[in-house]
């Protein structure tokens, strides 16, 4: 019987996984250049000169002499027919002539890449032996980048069209080893170097969103996807990616395309065609809230364990030992999420893979899953690039293999119910496993559909004095280019009516409105076919702007000497805010340090650029902050009376767009400096302070553009 839950969590022996690797072709003679010719290995005799008496040996026999051989063997390569070979054979000279047969480079073949029909040496053989290799395919790896002189790797890494969202000055390498890891699932290529992949002629895109210690967050997310929807709109279709592998995910309620910023980009990428494909999450829970592979618009992916590359079962159990858990043979793994939003399975325990820094690992995951499928996917988009990511999910679901062995559509009905289930799947939901030949097979002889109407946008509005400002993300076209949209207007809910045609624009502004009237609005794309569905309807009332506050007096504000605060400020005291992502550091001898609303967070946890403060060694380098998505508030409370110089450091460190005013009040009355232009570059503000015993500063920064208020360090005296 299966192992239980529990039982599988003790420690166990460990189990020997076998590599398999990559062997040679059958036994013919290789073919040559010239016709009916083929390749044969000639050993002569003892005492026969290869060198002299070769040519002629070839010559006599009718034909050719190639290779020249006197250390190795005593013979040579020969190119003929087989009647040549048989007569050279026969004589005198001539001790064997055999048959040249082809050698492969040997690399491993993962389990899981031969389970999924991949890469099958056996006769029919997998995707790769029938002529799918994802050739023309384009995989953008969101994850903590691919490192980018893996020796099996490097070679299919499009650098130009990647990106370091965590540190835009250098580039999407890999410090963690995570997204090295799925890239080489999901395409590594086949060149006798490491491990084969799923796509391995696909092309590899690395999106790097992660630090070199683990670390992201949406915005950093955002960032990501921000890219792949750039390369996929912008002039070249040649960068055009296909698939997007999202190896990673949070637990949190989430809301529509229009009302969820992380959503909202998803509906735009798949909107440009690519396929997204998302890990199910690793808490043995229901994966309904593991965003980003819970929404309808990613393939959510759980975990099977396959410990011989075939169906069955047959591998038994054993220790994992990167999980120190027991797991058995074709079971969902213990790990892995699951429930309704889950869209297929694929191997993700004990998954062989390449490494960062050049090596290799073994890990288990619903992030090792993940490439599996982005991998499969691939080879369907490699040979039909029509497909969307719906099709590609459509076609998975047909074409998978089911608990019972058999295939998904076997019954006629895409899916596996009623063809068994997943040892240990606590839904009683049987998703099917991929199957990379019967996917992109089916993929080849599947005819681009007919075009259809656009489906529909989502639509957001703002109110402003005396006028709306509406915008909407372009939906899917149909397969036919979006020409334009019809705008409707009503002031009654359900009433909207025709009010403007536009061209292929995803905003509008609408000032024929009075301040104090609700409007109620939705949007339909139009294409060669017609007008889609109309959007959401949204609600918005323009009013009057109000009173503009007095600007505040703006003080002077520096960068230099953007991070190298040692020796210039801090004399009295110093705080490295977020420098250690969940904790700062500080030496405050006058005074204590309280965060009062807001978080803290690490950019980077190295690096050299001089925009990030130094620690007070100047041996390390880190772009951390304290932050708030409106108002990041803190202050300070000194024991014993202190007069000085309060500097600030505030540092933009992933974009160019933040603004912000910061206030300060130590008592006398409040002060300010709006940081109104950017500050990627780093900004020093002084304000001069002078606190009685027991006195308090306080400091509020408010966010007024960008992503958020920010402050990367606080500074007591000097300069």
Known sequence: MRASRTRRALAAAAAALLLVSLFAGPATAVPSNGPGEHSWIVTLKPGVDSRDRGPGLATEAGGRIGLVYRKAINGFQFF?????????????????????????????????????????????GGAYQNGYRGAGARIAIIDTGIDLTHPDLAASIDLASGKNCVDSSLPPDDGYGHGTHVAGSAAAPLNGVGVVGV????????????????????????????????????????NDIDVASMSFGESRT????????????????????????????NSTTDAGSFVPAAFPEVISVSALADFDGKPGGLAGCGLVPDLFAIECDDTLAFFSNYGPSVDVIAPGVAVYSDWKDGGYNTISGT???????????????????????????????????????????????PGCSGQGLWTDDPDGIAEPLVNALNAASAAAGVPPPPPQVPAAPALASVSGDGQVSLSWNAPSNGGSTVSGYVL?????????????????????????????TTYYYQVAAVNSVGTGSRSN??????????????????????????????????????????????????????????LDQGSRFRWSSTTTSLRALEDQTQTTRRASQWYHTTSLRLHLTFPAAYSGTLHLYALDWDSSTRREIVYVDDGSGQRSLNLNSSFNAGAWIHFPINVSAGGTVTIRIDRTAGANATLSGLFLGGA
């Open 80 to 124: 003929g027919s087989d009647a040549a070979a048989a007569a050279l054979q026969h004589n005198p000279n001539v001790q064997a002539v055999a048959a040249d047969h082809p050698v492969f480079l040997t690399e491993t073949l993962p389990n899981g890449i031969k389970r999924i029909g991949a890469y099958v040496p056996a006769t029919p």
């Open 254 to 281: 989430w809301g529509d395309c229009a009302t969820d910023a992380l959503h909202g980009a998803i509906c735009r990428a798949a909107a440009t065609g690519m396929v997204l494909v998302g890990g199910a999450g």
């Open 367 to 413: 992030s090792m899953a993940t490439p599996h499928v982005s991998g499969v996917a691939a080879l369907m988009k490699a040979v039909n690039p029509s497909l969307t990511g719906a099709d590609v999910l459509a076609l998975l679901r047909q074409t998978g293999e089911c608990p019972d062995g058999s295939r998904a559509d076997a019954d006629g009905v």
């Open 537 to 594: 309807e949204v609600a918005a009332t323009p009013v009057p702007a109000p009173t503009p506050t007095p600007s505040p007096t703006p003080l002077p504000w520096d960068v230099a000497p953007q991070g190298d605060w040692v020796g210039n400020y801090g004399v009295d005291g110093y705080a490295l805010l977020g420098w250690n992502s969940t904790t700062d550091q500080m030496v405050m001898p006058n005074a204590s340090l309280v």
């Open 488 to 516: 409707y207007r009503g002031t009654v809910s359900g009433g909207a009516t025709d009010f403007a045609t536009l061209g292929p624009v995803l905003s509008y502004t609408d000032s024929s409105v009075i301040n104090g």
């Open 199 to 238: 796509a391995p002629e696909a092309t590899l895109v690395p999106i790097k969103v992660f630090d070199d210690a683990g670390n992201s967050s949406e915005a950093l997310v955002l960032c990501g996807l921000e890219q792949v929807i750039s390369l996929n709109t912008d002039a070249d279709p040649a």
